[in-house]
């Protein structure tokens, strides 16, 4: 499934400064283990060591938050949006 | 000579030098300001505060800039007033009321924190000081600003009290209302400090911005005769002061200042906006966002910053949350006046009015010492009385019209012959 991640300031020297990366699977913990592979690196930027979501660290699925659906098991869909937003940013609704 | 060490993230531990930042690059965890207790405990004793002019200052050991503040000297030192009538309204045995109404010089607890952040942003060589803001900010950041010469930018949500908006305004602020909550104001605020290198009061400059709350907290445990109280009810917006407090108590016990007697720590929320509360009363770690619909809005923030660290010092310290409606934070606005003559913004009222329901709860014992944190003044939020209030009689300037009013209230009254 591929699925499109936009990327935060502070995460771009690992994506070699792109701001949006391409990447598959069919929940987000794939998606964030096919980012490691492509960028190696940025699973620990947004994980903790036991892989459970860091806890200033934001995911959005199409501008909902991923903690209020399944959280990293959260299933996607062919051209679903993720955006991985530091929690300090502010959130949305 | 400054005691500020360094700034360390207080989710994964890491140090970074005294600059402005406020975000953990590693794990994007919040910065906070660490100190050299072991030195402050050296030269810092109760008697050499006391000696000490009366303002926030007193404590400067405890505050994170390298040299004298530039703004904002005469800034805090508020009154602790014991209010033995609301007290009795309430059936408590010790209440105080810490009035950070009368705080100098936008009267709101915000003058605390700006003097130290834009202080500190004059150290670091900004020459432009902004912030995101729910009224209070606005007002000391134009002040204080414009009491030390530098330019201002306000980012306010635009349907805020007129009151507030003109109290910005009138110092020469740039103000900019956005259209949407304070959160979206945030959200944008981050994005322009990013790309224009503004020192954002509660931004970038948020690690020593939010340090200034601890005064709020040294003040009470001084004013109390160095003792710390056994209850504190204190607001909450983003939840910065509530941690501070607690911050500050602990700094206190641990430099032999006060004696550890377990302070409860109450956070209080109007029910319209109370994400924190929310998570206290569910027992869950994660605060969820909500759209704000109160009339405190100096406390309508949706998506809390220091959320998560708010709802940790509650549940530590064996305290509690509570949120009320609209008409009681009227009521309790009210009922704060009529006993104590203190008005108090809309917050005020959604302090006490929380207050109220914990002592109905029986969260908060009768018998022991009770502190309700006032941050700000009800001149600023009178709109939020329309309609709440009698209406002034009005008469034509003869005696015997006053004496027909007198007769129609029922009242008698000695007059001289």
Redesign the interface.
């Known amino acids: 499934m591929a699925i499109k991640v936009r990327i935060p ?2 995460l771009r020297k690992i994506t070699n400064g792109s701001d949006e990366v391409a990447a598959e699977g069919c929940n987000i913990s794939e998606v964030i283990e096919n980012l490691e592979t492509n960028y190696p690196g940025l699973k620990e ?1 947004i994980c903790e060591a036991d892989g459970k979501l ?4 934001n995911i959005y699925l199409n501008d909902e ?1 991923i ?2 659906k399944k959280n990293l098991e959260t299933e996607l869909k062919e051209n679903d949006e993720i955006s991985i937003i ?8 | 000579m400054s005691y500020m060490k360094a700034l360390k993230c207080r989710e994964c531990g890491k140090e970074y030098a005294k600059e402005a930042l406020h975000v953990c690059e590693l794990c994007f965890g919040p910065l906070e300001v660490i100190y050299e207790y072991d030195k402050i405990k050296e030269v810092l004793t109760r008697e050499i505060i006391e000696k000490r002019a009366p303002n926030m200052w007193r404590y400067r050991e405890l505050l994170p800039l390298d040299n004298e503040p530039s703004v904002g000297a005469q800034v805090g030192f508020t009154p602790l007033v014991r209010a033995h009538n609301l007290g009795k309204a309430l059936g408590l045995k010790e209440l105080y009321i810490k009035n950070d109404a009368v705080n100098f010089p936008t009267l709101s607890f915000k003058d605390r924190v700006v003097s130290v952040a834009i202080s500190r942003a004059r150290e670091l060589g900004f020459k432009i000081v902004a912030c995101a803001s729910t009224g209070n900010l606005a007002n000391s950041v134009a002040a204080n600003a414009a009491a030390c010469g530098m330019e201002s930018y306000v980012f306010i949500p635009y349907d805020l009290e007129k009151t507030k908006i003109m109290g910005t305004i009138v110092y020469g602020a740039t103000v900019v209302g956005i259209k949407g909550t304070y959160d979206e104001v945030n959200r944008l605020c981050s994005e322009i400090a990013g790309k224009y290198g503004w020192a954002f009061v509660n931004i970038n400059i948020r690690p020593y911005y939010a340090e200034g709350s601890k005064t709020f907290g040294y003040e009470i445990a001084e004013q109390l005769g160095w003792k710390l109280p056994k209850n504190i009810i204190v607001p909450m917006a983003g939840g910065s002061l509530i941690t501070k407090i607690s911050k500050s108590f602990k700094e206190f016990i641990k430099l032999g200042f006060v004696e550890d007697t377990g302070t409860k720590v109450f956070g209080a929320q109007a029910t319209g906006c109370s994400p924190i509360i929310n998570a206290v009363k569910e027992g869950s770690e994660l605060i969820r966002p909500v759209k704000p619909n109160t009339i405190a809005k100096s406390l309508a923030i949706g998506n809390p910053a220091d959320g998560y660290y708010s709802a940790k010092v509650m549940r530590e310290s064996g305290g509690w949350g509570e949120s009320v409606t609209d008409e009681e934070i009227i009521s309790a606005m009210k009922l704060l006046a009529e006993t104590e003559g203190i008005f108090a913004e809309t917050a005020g009222g959604v302090t006490l009015g929380v207050t109220k329901k914990l002592i109905e709860q029986g969260r908060i014992n009768k018998d022991e010492s009770v502190v309700v944190c006032v941050t700000g003044n009800g001149l600023k939020t009178q709109e939020a009385l329309n309609g709440h209030l009698s209406e002034p009689t009005i008469i034509n300037s003869r005696l015997s019209e006053f004496e027909d009013l007198v007769k129609a209230n029922g009242k008698e009254y000695v007059v001289k012959a």
């Open positions: 300031t502070p930027r860091r806890r200033f660290v938050d903690r209020f530091p929690a300090i940013a502010g959130g949305k609704f």
